[in-house]
């Protein structure tokens, strides 16, 4: 079960890659200066998971308008995040939950994802400049999306 509204998010160090360097990608780098939109998506180089990353890319733009970061949090290692965004122009920052940590204290974590292991739900989460929940959704299905109407108008409350 997903985190609830109201609850204080779990901060997390996961590793990014670009270009050259491993970086690691903090929540709490957010407190007290913007909200964030943690989406998490199943797994890399599959037909949602690019539609939604690629969707969001595009729109990223509106989102910072908004006073946010987006980032995308998936069980894939850094490197298949790195090369399947280059290959698709994904532009939000990916960090890799490699250990599965972070699917787990968000309440997203499948056990088995069609039958190829633990994997995240498609979950996506709205964390203020205080650290907490403000949106939390999981899709019924990891083959649906979030409703992004919605998270756009609660960024917008926010604002």
């Avoid at 670009?18 to 929540?27: F, I, N």
């Avoid at 957010?30 to 943690?38: D, E, Q």
Wanted: net charge neutral.
């Amino acid at each position: 079960m997903p985190l609830s509204v109201g609850s204080k998010a779990p901060d997390f160090s996961l590793k990014s890659k670009k270009g050259d360097a491993l970086t690691d990608v903090k929540l709490s780098t957010n407190f007290g200066s913007k909200n964030t939109v943690v989406l998490f998506f199943p797994l890399a180089f599959t037909g949602v998971c690019t539609n939604e990353m690629c969707s969001v890319s595009q729109g990223l733009n509106e989102y910072a308008s908004l006073g946010a970061e987006v980032i995308g949090i998936s069980v894939d290692s850094p490197f298949s995040q790195e090369a399947w965004a280059k290959q698709n122009n994904i532009g939000i920052t990916l960090a890799s939950d490699l250990n599965k940590a972070t699917a787990k204290a968000y309440g997203v974590l499948l056990d088995d994802l069609a039958g190829i292991g633990a994997a995240s739900a498609r979950a996506a989460f709205i964390v203020d400049k205080a650290g907490v929940v403000q949106y939390a959704e999981q899709t019924p299905t990891p083959k649906e999306l979030p409703n992004f109407d919605a998270i756009r108008a609660k960024l917008r409350e926010l604002k």
